[in-house]
């Protein structure tokens, strides 16, 4: 079985080459946008230590910040939404 992460990824990243290189990869990996700048979704652990090495690899500005928050299956039954939510891809090709 595999095991799955239920992962939150925040970001504030001045250059736009940059800022654009993230959110497709966040997509890339079945992410869904839930604000300009905050996307969350479901991915296998191999998938989540794919990303973060991808992540760790970015050149980033001095002042910029990437947040990967992974939640637990309790927390993660804690979490209220309210509005409509896209529903979830696996690996988007873009």
Request: hydrophobic content about 35%.
């Amino acid at each position: 079985m595999k095991q799955e992460r239920h992962l939150y990824v925040v970001y504030d990243i001045k250059d736009d080459s940059a800022r654009s290189h993230l959110s497709r990869r966040l997509a890339y990996y079945g992410l869904r946008r839930v604000q300009y700048s905050v996307f969350n979704g479901i991915v296998t652990l191999k998938d989540k230590n794919e990303l973060l090495k991808e992540i760790n690899e970015m050149e980033l500005g001095g002042e910029d910040k990437i947040h990967v928050i992974d939640l637990c299956e309790a927390c993660r039954r804690e979490v209220v939404i309210i509005g409509e939510m896209p529903d979830v891809k696996e690996h988007v090709v873009v």
